[in-house]
């Protein structure tokens, strides 16, 4: 493979789907998730005992919303109010399947999507240089129209900066631009109406050509990590304006990368050698190699989510599974990675072989296994759902096949499955603090999803369209 070749239901008491599937580790076994994150998950999402409990020593879970509204006006719990899981416990089971509506329509396929930490802003970005910021607080007002430099081939990745005064976006090349979108000009037209800085993380005197496919701020705003076709990680300090490290990370091109924690000491990273690894940038310098690797993708990996907590994190993979990991589970080194496949496989353009999907990893060292979306075409990206309204007990992500799943953590049942789109999504967003969850497709359309009875006509569903065989030059 060439370097540059790449290119509803609802959920309620027993009315999730069993099409989605979940396994723990490398037995194989569908079964709740019996780990410590699964105990993390109930404490922060079960409701006070008081509320919960119908007789002593039973508890009957969930409780109805109304029996929690009852249960605070009457001051079961003796505190006055809900604490924070009981808050989860009623928001979670309120999911965004109703609709969609139309946010707006871009002139081509949408690649990136993303709210800011407090869900004011939202960015969308297009293949064909264009990337829109709208004030959700403002009916989705247009906050920044910008119009990006030169591209190759596409945007790849956006991320905007803790302070909400800076994005940066990348592509298939070695520069990522940094713009303002805290002036006031709404339209920024790169380096006529306002400069977009070019940010150099090529070597000095690198004359090879690699290209960016991940980028993230640190949760300061003083760095960036990203991750390179060329099989390398870097961290760029903005204030420096340099470089900081270059790490050579993976075997082959690395599709996404992220930090692990608010302290930005551990970042994670996967690649298309079907790896996942941690790195300890403290010492790094001393230790010159990864601080473990997570072994179980049997393909290429095309993104990493963290959950916020330096210890778990998920991963989709061109084996069309997402995975949970623990850090705590990762080994020091691989000496075998080789693939299990025998076979001439080619996810941009070819269907994932049926019997490929019952394949194992011998040495699967994932906690648990999540499918029943597609990752094909292009890379597609999953999420945790928010911690503030969830608990993070769902995981969702994006799907070739046009539509956006979301799985129980725990359980691994399919709770919902939005559909409306035709063409792959490759990237949704859920809003952090409202039950709000925005799908971005390559059909060119923003559309969000709330709960039901917001008192708006949705869109009228589309006729389901048979996937189409991307060809040509390869997608990312």
Not at 121 to 139: G, H, L, P
Not at 144 to 165: F, G, M, N, V, Y
Request: hydrophobic share 35%; glycine share 8%.
């Amino acid at each position: 493979m060439g370097r540059f070749g790449k290119g509803v239901s609802s959920c309620d008491d027993g009315n999730a789907s069993s099409s989605g599937s979940l396994s723990q580790g490398g037995n194989g076994q569908p079964d709740y998730l019996d780990h410590e994150i699964a105990q993390l998950t109930k404490l922060r999402s079960q409701p006070h005992e008081f509320l919960s409990r119908t007789a002593p020593g039973k508890l009957r879970l969930p409780v109805s919303t109304v029996k929690m509204l009852v249960g605070r006006e009457v001051n079961y719990s003796g505190r006055g109010r809900f604490s924070a899981a009981d808050s989860c416990h009623v928001l979670s089971r309120y999911l965004p399947v109703n609709g969609p509506w139309k946010v707006d329509g871009m002139n081509s396929h949408v690649y990136t999507s993303q709210f800011s930490n407090d869900g004011s802003f939202f960015v969308a970005a297009s293949q064909e240089s264009n990337i829109k910021i709208y004030n959700v607080d403002k009916n989705w007002k247009i906050q920044k129209d910008i119009e990006t430099k030169a591209l190759r081939w596409t945007i790849t990745d956006t991320s905007l900066s803790p302070d909400q005064r800076f994005l940066v976006y990348a592509s298939i090349c070695a520069i990522v631009n940094i713009v303002d979108v805290g002036s006031s000009a709404r339209e920024s037209l790169a380096n006529v109406t306002e400069i977009h800085e070019g940010l150099d993380f090529s070597a000095d005197g690198d004359e090879d050509e690699f290209g960016i496919f991940s980028v993230k701020f640190s949760t300061d705003g003083q760095e960036l990590v990203a991750a390179g076709s060329d099989n390398f990680i870097y961290v760029y300090d903005l204030q420096a304006n340099k470089c900081s490290l270059r790490i050579p990370a993976h075997e082959s091109d690395v599709n996404t990368v992220c930090f692990a924690d608010e302290t930005g000491h551990l970042i994670f990273s996967g690649s298309d050698d079907s790896l996942c690894k941690v790195w300890d940038r403290r010492c790094f310098i001393s230790k010159g190699r990864a601080n473990g690797v997570l072994m179980g993708h049997l393909e290429g990996i095309t993104f990493i989510d963290s959950r916020r907590d330096g210890r778990y994190f998920i991963s989709n993979g061109k084996d069309q599974t997402t995975k949970l990991w623990d850090i705590r589970k990762m080994s020091s080194n691989t000496t075998d990675n080789s693939r299990l496949r025998d076979y001439d496989w080619d996810y941009r353009w070819m269907e994932y072989p049926s019997y490929a999907r019952r394949l194992k990893h011998p040495h699967d060292q994932s906690l648990a296994t999540y499918k029943g979306h597609s990752v094909l075409r292009t890379l597609i990206r999953c999420y945790f759902s928010p911690e503030y309204s969830t608990a993070q007990k769902y995981i969702y992500t994006g799907s070739s096949d046009n539509s956006v799943y979301i799985y129980d953590l725990v359980s691994g049942a399919q709770v919902a499955k939005l559909d409306f789109h035709n063409a792959p999504i490759r990237d949704c967003c859920w809003h952090p603090i409202y039950p709000m969850l925005i799908s971005s497709s390559w059909d060119c359309n923003i559309v969000r999803w709330e709960i039901p009875g917001i008192g708006q006509a949705p869109l009228p569903k589309r006729r389901t369209v048979r996937a189409r065989r991307f060809l040509g030059r390869a997608l990312r």
